[in-house]
């Protein structure tokens, strides 16, 4: 595995791959590697020539208050990870080289950004748009790969490369989860024994959702009434920041439209709690249109 440190030397690389016809894949992540990140990487390796794993810890995609600077940093093991797994490049570019003095350009994506996490975190995907659009421009991948547990993220990407005419296919995977069914995160590290086992309550929540939409008719906030409930009954979570159905593309809560509507469509249910020192997000996508066929 070739190590890269350097956004130059990076754009060359990548320029000969495309030159000899190579398809380049590519996954963006901030270290501290899960299984997660690792199901992104073996699909990019089956479905590229070319695998590029990007390591860089966004300042600016952090808030004052937030965990920039205790974020989990293992690079070594990462690295360790990333050999094993066949990669072929890994791309570790420095602060001062993604962000130069003078660095002045933003990617904002309107309304998308200001929705579930984007309420609580301002100014955060701000941030992850524009790392994300350097990083596509430095790699220039066909494909990149994203984890369906950042559902929102991976919406504003596919917005950006839209918008923005990036020539890149925004893949998005199922969300890897431990035995309990909670969703694999780095900030899962921050989580005391007590604190991890209480965490399993985010998935049984929102299974316990799913199934109600599923299910007899039900209006949606029925739903998100079950889901605030349900997380707020653990002694160990802190903090409900949402817990709603959304429409899966506006992202806009439906929770006070009529659930018929939805019956043809898709719901998203999402959710966002601080336990202890993390803030852990979630989600599952219920799509009735098959359950409405089968009828
Ligand atoms: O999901 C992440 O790890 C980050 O938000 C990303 C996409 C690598 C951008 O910094």
Redesign the pocket.
Known sequence: MEVIRNARVMQQTVKEYLQRGSSIGFV???GALHGGHMSLVQRCREENDVSVV?I?V?PI?FGPSEDFSSYPRNTEDDAAKLQEAGVDILFMPGVEDMYPEGFATFVEVERLSDRLCGRFRPGHFRG?AT??TKLLNIVRPSRAY??QK?YQ?ALIIKQVVRDLNIETETVVCPTVREADGLAMSSRNLYLSPRERKAAAVIYRTLCRARDMVLGAECSLSDVKNLMEEALSAEPLVDEVEYASAFDPETLEDICSRDVTIYRKGRVLLAAAVRIGRARLIDNELVDMTAQEEAA
């Open positions: 963006p992540t901030m990007s860089f966004n995609q992850v790392v994300v994203f984890g950042d993220q």
